[in-house]
């Protein structure tokens, strides 16, 4: 008798999870054609998004979605961005919607690059890119603040420029000194130059004394990144490693060896940290700077202290 029963409960069992699969794959509404937009933040994963669908009402079930997504292969090309969705769409279509249908993509531009180096980031990402771009966004550089941004594909070069410098123009105003002897553009100028110098955290208040000191007393800045910056695209690289006979042979207004003062504009796009430090510099007497083979960097306050450490730690030049 039991064996007559056994295929029956089977054949039940997969007609019940046969319908329960379809029924939780369905649209959560039919009737309801409202889109909501539905926004997928970078690196995050196939179990969150899902739970955020169904809290958003605009799945049934999130172990069905996620499932169906990993079981179709589609959990690998979801892309971030938002979404135009709704309650009206099966699972299958809200699938297909986040694998071809970003209407916004994330673009993360890094700390300390310059204009053209964004405008490559830019060339990526956006549908109505050209190379037209690179000479607007030089015209703002050091006001183009480095973050992730969420930005139209078809967006234009005025709205991603408005963006970028509203950004950079809402974190300086929260740092700005109003008893500052520098300008805007020269406070901007020493933080772009924080920006590119320091390469730990505890370095930039430092180094934005050194640059403080040699201003006051008319001294050369001579900053390598300066160079790095007048010699632009170089050895199939920007910013790259300078040559015993460039610090003399590299003729700009930019090369601080050769020129007294700022350069005449900024060399890069700080981040807030590099613009607070040039706005707030610790209170020392060093004078000068060598970053040792292991990232670190020594300051001295005298000529004479500068030259051991550049014996000390096997630094030539």
């Known amino acids: 008798m039991f064996k007559k029963i056994i295929p029956g409960i089977i054949i039940l069992l997969v007609v019940v999870g046969y319908f329960t699969w379809n029924n939780n794959l369905k649209p959560v509404n039919p009737r309801d054609h409202t889109e909501k937009m539905f926004v997928i933040r970078p690196g995050s994963g196939i179990s969150t998004i899902s739970k955020n669908l169904e809290r958003e009402g605009l799945i049934k079930n999130a172990l069905f979605f996620r499932i169906y997504i990993q079981q179709s292969g589609l959990h690998k090309k979801i892309q971030a961005g938002d979404f135009r969705i709704s309650p009206s769409m ?7 919607i986040l694998t071809t249908g970003t209407i916004d993509v994330w673009v993360t531009i890094p700390e300390g690059m310059r204009s053209e180096e964004i405008a490559q980031i830019l060339s990526n990402k956006m549908t109505n890119y050209d190379d037209s771009w690179i000479s607007e ?28 410098t509203s950004t950079f123009d809402a974190k300086y105003n929260s740092i700005l000194k109003k008893d500052s002897p520098y300008s805007k553009n020269q406070l901007i100028i020493i933080a772009s130059l924080i920006e590119r110098e320091a390469k730990h955290d505890s370095d930039r208040a430092i180094i934005s004394s050194v640059i403080h000191n040699r201003l006051k007393i008319g001294m050369a800045l001579q900053i390598d990144a300066t160079i790095q910056y007048a010699k632009g695209y170089s050895d199939g690289k920007w910013w790259s490693p300078i040559s015993l006979e460039e610090y003399r042979s590299v003729k700009s207004t930019y090369n601080t060896y050769l020129q007294p003062g700022l350069p005449p504009s900024p060399i890069c796009n700080p981040g807030l940290e590099a613009m607070i430090a040039a706005a707030n ?37």
């Open 137 to 164: 966004l030089k015209k703002y550089e050091g006001e183009l603040f480095p973050d992730t941004y969420l930005i139209p594909k078809d967006a234009t070069i005025d709205s991603v420029i408005n963006l970028l």
């Open 281 to 317: 510099p610790d209170t020392t007497q060093y004078l000068y700077y060598i970053t040792d083979k292991n990232g670190i960097n020594r300051y001295a306050e005298t000529i004479e202290e500068h030259e051991k450490n550049k014996q000390r730690y096997g630094l030539s030049n």
């Open 90 to 96: 099966d699972s299958k279509k809200i699938a297909e």
